[in-house]
């Protein structure tokens, strides 16, 4: 069946433009032609450029945080300029708009980070005062935990960018989501994975999420054969213990959320933007009360925490 812009029926997806944005689009479009035997042709792949990809010179802690990836593409669907929107789950607030909502996740990548270095082997390898370039807090916090002798900066821009500033000796090493790097077919690029124990993850690291309007049946009937229910009780579970702390980009927080049959077990963990300082707790129990131990392991950091670590934590002091 042939499809122009002008057929009701074209699955019109939205995505960011940078290259990780659309690998993740077309992962998406590759799984539903399959899900309903649909040609590419049935698809259109709407580019939108967000505030975020046009600001680079700032962390984004200081211009907005993470909406500031989605507004652009939340305006799209309200406006039905889309039917669906890719993202990758980690950008995503914690809070949506009224009437759009996470309808769909595909199975979720290997959640660690990468350590990338042209010089040196690990981070354990780089001499003491080596410049390591990171945009996230937690990454930051997590270097200086492991390292405080090493000097981080903020280090932003897509993938692409970061290895060209890597390679211009900006920086000694930099590190990014293992994920993203295997979604782009540059595994070769990786020097070393840190391990999730010593260096847990951002919340949501690895899974592709999927946002449409709440009461579009016929997209949500088009995303059911793909969604994913194991990595969505995990999303669940990491984005309730992140709104609990009003966990934003000015946030150094991890959590990893696992799922084995019907058991879901995290390990949460909040760090003052040093990494001097560290509060961590864990939870086990049914996938059912996913959401209820995410809020409650939140709950409990924040009162362990009191509100001076909170102030620094996140950026209110």
């Known amino acids: 069946m042939q499809t122009s812009s002008s057929d009701t ?9 940078s290259a990780l944005a659309l690998a993740q689009a077309h992962e998406t479009r ?13 698809f259109d792949i709407v580019v939108i450029k967000t505030t975020g990809d046009m600001i680079l010179d700032r962390p984004l802690s200081e211009i907005g945080g993470k909406g500031l990836f989605t507004k652009e593409i939340e305006e799209a669907l309200y406006d039905g300029r889309i039917d669906l929107a890719v993202h990758s789950s980690k950008d995503m607030p914690t ?3 009224d009437g759009l909502a996470i309808t769909a996740f595909l199975p979720r990548e290997d959640v660690r980070d990468a350590f ?3 010089k040196w082997s690990s981070l354990e ?3 003491e005062g080596a410049v390591v370039g990171t945009a996230s807090l937690r990454r930051q916090a997590l270097v200086k935990r492991l390292r405080p002798d090493l000097e981080v900066i903020t280090f932003r821009g897509n993938v692409q960018t970061r290895m060209e500033k890597l390679r211009r000796g900006d920086v000694a090493a930099t590190l990014l989501a293992n994920a993203g790097l295997r979604r782009l077919g540059m595994e070769e690029e990786i020097t070393d994975l840190l391990d999730e124990d010593s260096f847990p993850p951002a919340i949501g690291q690895g899974a592709i999420c999927i946002e449409s309007r709440e009461n579009d049946e016929r997209i949500l009937s088009l995303l059911a054969p793909i969604h994913h229910p194991e990595t969505a009780h995990a999303l669940i579970m990491e984005r309730a213990f992140l709104r609990t702390l009003d966990g934003s980009c000015r946030t150094p927080i991890a959590g990893r959320a696992i799922v084995e049959g019907d058991t879901i077990t995290f390990r949460g963990i909040i760090l003052t933007p040093d990494g001097r300082e560290v509060l961590e707790t864990t939870r086990r129990g049914p996938v059912s009360d996913a959401e209820t131990m995410g809020r409650d392991a939140g709950e409990e950091l924040k009162a362990q925490a009191g509100p001076e670590f909170m102030a620094e934590v996140l950026g209110h002091g």
């Not at 029926?9 to 433009?17: A, H, K, V």
């Open 9 to 17: 029926s074209l699955i019109r997806i939205g995505t960011r433009g």
């Open 125 to 127: 390898d780089l001499p």
């Open 95 to 97: 809070v949506l708009p």
């Open 30 to 42: 590759k799984r539903l032609m399959a899900a309903h035997d649909l040609p590419e042709s049935a």
């Open 116 to 118: 990338i270095s042209d």
